[in-house]
């Protein structure tokens, strides 16, 4: 009776994980990085990205990340933490896909159908997160140079932290050698390749608002 009651909850929690997955990849599609052709790069906005990388956690893998943009990116340190926000958007979406999917994994038990579950309300936080950066960065691109930069940076940089904030408590759910096996193993890669990534995008947003202050300082504004 116990094991029927328990696969009765996990049946009764399936349509419920199904339906936190569209919703986070329905709020993901919103701001994909664009699939038409990207310009060529030049090899100064390719030693841009590197140059600019050295201020991450993580360098190789923000290179790793963005050289295929360079000619997007150019030599722009807006559209570099734009484009930076756009791929950590992606992985998000990626690994919410990936982390529901083991929810259907024979022999899964019922405390990693929980976590699961868990964590990917987590990651879709983070989805909703990186949604509403985008947004403000792009409503920050079309106003004019002022007061509301540093109030529109500013609520990026809050939603990024609060994304990774949220991929983080994704793994809470994991806690325990009892929770120890292939699932959580495979969910701990998946969610700490998005923290890097999300952690390189909050570096490069700070790097950009740093960068533009200086520049304010000195009479010059660069969009």
């Known amino acids: 009776m116990a094991k029927l009651a328990l696969l009765h909850r996990m049946a009764m929690a399936v349509p419920i994980l199904v339906s936190l997955l569209l919703s986070f990849q329905h709020a993901g599609a919103l701001s994909q990085p664009t699939t038409t052709a990207i310009p060529p790069a030049s090899s100064n906005s390719t030693s841009f990205i590197q140059l600019s990388c050295k201020s991450t956690r993580y360098p190789s893998l923000c290179v790793e990340c963005l050289s295929s943009y360079a000619g997007v990116i150019r030599e722009n340190d807006q559209a570099l ?3 930076s926000l756009s791929v950590t958007l ?9 982390v529901g999917g083991l929810s259907h994994g024979q022999g899964i038990s019922h405390r990693e159908f929980r976590a699961i579950r868990d964590c990917v309300a987590n990651l879709g936080g983070s989805v909703d997160r990186l949604v509403q950066s985008i947004d403000e960065m792009d409503k920050m ?4 140079p002022g007061d509301d930069f540093d109030w529109h940076v500013s609520n990026v940089q809050t939603w990024i932290s609060g994304a990774l904030t949220s991929e983080n408590t994704c793994l809470d759910g994991f806690a325990g050698r009892a929770m120890d096996g292939n699932i959580k193993t495979s969910v701990s890669a998946k969610v700490l390749d998005l923290t890097r990534v999300t952690s ?3 570096a490069l947003m700070d790097r950009f608002l740093t960068r533009q202050k200086r520049s304010a300082a000195h009479g010059h504004y660069s969009p």
Do not use: G, I, P
């Not at 992606?90 to 990936?98: E, L, N």
């Not at 691109?141 to 004019?144: F, I, P, Q």
């Open 141 to 144: 691109a079309k106003s004019a």
């Open 81 to 83: 933490a734009r484009v």
């Open 90 to 98: 992606s992985r998000a979406r990626q690994a919410v896909a990936f």
């Open 200 to 202: 390189n995008a909050l």
